[in-house]
């Protein structure tokens, strides 16, 4: 089996192992490594008769559970963001951990305001998991993070299934070639925030004031 490999986790896994591994990427430091958007589109395809597994994964299930888990997950660090605050991110680098994920994740924070970053983050790998927590330990309320998590998680893993099943039932022997499929669904999930990223700079531009030119004679 290798972790990193979307059809390797399903066959091994199966629904569970999808669902065990959204939750883990968006509530826990340690799942930031964990291919949540390639295992949201394979798992679409996979519901598909003939997309690759012997028993198809069940599409009404694994669009309510994936949600759910999505949530819940997003939950458990908000939660303990707000409960051990910074000294949840004050260790040293190493290969699971590095400061600069959590210093992306809070440039998104400040950059989109509290409710678009928790929307948004869901579409950007590591920062998805690190922008929860983050969101608890800058004090973002329990109800509001809430309302925002549910729309983002919706949103994110509906998003992404749907494109997998869609991509499933158009392309024939879609099994054999997966991985580049997927990531070329990535790349479209992910045109939101890239929208979003250049808007934002749009607006900084405009109401940065021009900068003067000086007048009078210069001395030499």
């Not at 329990?142 to 994110?156: K, M, P, S, Y």
Request: contains cysteine.
């Amino acid at each position: 089996m290798n972790v990193l490999d979307p059809k390797s986790l399903i066959t091994t896994f199966g629904l569970i192992g999808v669902l065990v591994i959204v939750f883990a990427e968006t509530g826990l430091l340690v799942g930031f490594f964990l291919p949540g958007d390639t295992l949201l589109v394979s798992a679409g395809i996979y519901t598909v008769a003939g997309g690759g597994l012997a028993n198809p994964l069940p599409l009404p299930v694994l669009m309510i559970a994936a949600p759910l888990c999505a949530i819940a997950g997003a939950q458990v660090g908000h939660f303990l963001g707000a409960r051990y605050g910074r000294k949840m991110f004050d260790r040293p680098n190493s290969r699971i951990f590095r400061q600069d994920h959590v210093d992306k994740a809070e440039h998104y924070f400040n950059k989109f305001g509290p409710a678009k970053a928790v929307v948004l983050a869901r579409f950007v790998p590591v920062v998805r998991t690190f922008l929860n927590p983050l969101a608890g330990m800058l004090e973002m309320s329990a109800i509001r993070f809430f309302v925002w998590n549910v729309v983002g998680g919706v949103i994110w893993t509906e998003t992404i299934i749907l494109i997998g099943r869609f991509l499933g039932d158009r392309v024939k022997g879609i099994d054999k070639f997966v991985l580049p499929v997927v990531a070329v669904a990535v790349l479209v999930s992910v045109i939101p925030v890239v929208r979003e990223v250049i808007r934002g700079r749009r607006s900084e531009t405009y109401k940065s004031p021009k900068t003067q030119q000086p007048t009078g004679r210069h001395r030499r």
